[in-house]
């Protein structure tokens, strides 16, 4: 079969599975290029393609300048679609698990406890001046991705509906396309009845979504963007980027350093995959062994 069409297949097959909008843009941008680096080189036919091919056009992205969690990313959608290809008996073997993945030593950023006062007293002091909702709602942004380390999509798509103060508890539409269930502090759920107490005086009305644009519709990934890159520009931290995911990595550091088993920090943070949670784990593995050498109890005792 032809390349392209056996690509135009392929993403027809995920579009028909329901694969999110963005995971197809992701396979436009790292797999399309490969299907047309093959096709540039001649090699029209989903069998002709062999793994030196493969081979050479990571080479060259390489030498472009990509990184290796880019070239892993090209990969991984590489092998998806030749495990598409082997189910659909166009090919019987999937070149792309011939190449391993490169080692990458991306440093996962996290926010220091000072950094956090430091955004939280910025928005208790707009609270205090403008008592605007803005002020209001990124207060409670903040505490709500630091105190469960829910997603950006997820914060968007909450509903007031879906947290019971009662129980402490708060149903997220997750990455898995589902709804599932995330723990809030006492000290959390008062901070979340308190701004819904705010909202509900300042809109004279309640609500359906918990956070809200200038329009009182639910928040976009652009409107979420703009407030956190407002708060970078104000905090103008220089070793850390302030974003939703940094919150979210900052909120399994702590639960590392807790000293938490890896099996609940996957829960948790809701991974599918325990191999992921263990990445983060083994990252931060050196802070474990001095908070161990600090904390241990042995050090107390004459031996």
């Not at 996962?108 to 803005?134: C, H, P």
């Not at 942004?141 to 509906?161: P, V």
Request: aromatic letters at 12%; charged letters at 30%; a positive charge.
């Amino acid at each position: 079969m032809l390349l392209k069409f056996a690509y135009e297949d392929f993403i027809a097959d995920r579009r028909f599975k329901n694969t999110t909008e963005k995971n197809i843009q992701n396979y436009r941008l790292l797999l399309l290029p490969f299907v047309d680096y093959c096709i540039e080189k001649d090699v029209l036919n989903v069998e002709d393609v062999k793994v030196s091919h493969l081979r050479r056009y990571l080479m060259e992205c390489q030498e472009r300048g990509n990184k290796p969690s880019t070239i892993n990313s090209r990969i991984q959608r590489i092998r998806a679609f030749y495990n598409y290809l082997i189910d659909e008996k166009m090919v019987t073997e999937n070149i792309a698990r011939k190449i391993p993945f490169q080692k990458d030593s991306v440093k996962i950023e996290v926010f220091t406890d000072e950094q956090i006062r430091q955004m939280l007293a910025y928005y208790r002091g707009l609270r205090r001046k403008e008592k605007t909702y803005f002020s209001y709602r990124g207060y409670l942004l903040i505490l709500m991705l630091l105190g469960t380390g829910i997603r950006r999509k997820e914060i968007i798509h909450l509903k007031w509906s879906d947290i019971d103060i009662t129980n402490l508890t708060m149903n997220v539409y997750g990455k898995s396309r589902k709804y599932e269930t995330v723990f809030l502090t006492e000290k959390l759920a008062k901070e979340i009845t308190l701004y819904g107490a705010f909202c509900k005086r300042y809109f004279g009305r309640e609500n359906e979504y918990v956070f809200l644009n200038r329009d009182n519709k639910p928040m976009t990934d652009f409107s979420i963007s703009l407030v956190f890159k407002n708060l970078q520009k104000h905090m103008n931290f220089k070793d850390v980027r302030v974003s939703p995911h940094t919150f979210r990595h900052t909120f399994c550091h702590r639960l590392a350093m807790s000293g938490m088993s890896a099996f609940a920090i996957q829960k948790m943070m809701r991974h599918q995959n325990i191999s992921t949670t263990m990445r983060y784990v083994a990252m931060w593995g050196n802070e474990l062994k001095l908070e161990n050498e600090k904390h241990n109890p042995l050090n107390n005792l004459d031996l």
